[in-house]
């Protein structure tokens, strides 16, 4: 099964967590979230970090992610910051 990463840990990640557990398809690797403290485990899965965390993580083989945060607005400026950061990585 691929590990996949919730971004956002607040309602809509735990809805969308709930819902990859039903699907049966991936395997949740963790949250990535900037407002909870890393450690903190959210529906039995932990806040590995915010959002810089995350290229770490693809260097790691966690290459599949969901942005789980329910503000049309705030969820496109996330897209939008990991875009470019996935871009200055050339990855």
Not at 12 to 32: D, N, P, Q, T, W
Not at 35 to 56: A, C
């Amino acid at each position: 099964m691929k590990k996949i990463l919730i971004i956002g840990a607040s309602g809509h990640g735990k809805v969308i967590a709930e819902a990859i557990e039903l699907g049966c398809k991936y395997s949740i690797h963790g949250y990535i979230d900037s407002f909870e403290p890393v450690g903190k485990r959210v529906l039995d899965y932990e806040i590995l970090g915010t959002e810089d965390y995350i290229s770490t993580l693809y260097a790691q083989g966690i290459t599949q992610g969901v942005i789980a945060i329910g503000d049309n607005w705030t969820r496109f400026l996330l897209y939008e910051k990991i875009k470019k950061l996935f871009q200055i990585l050339n990855l």
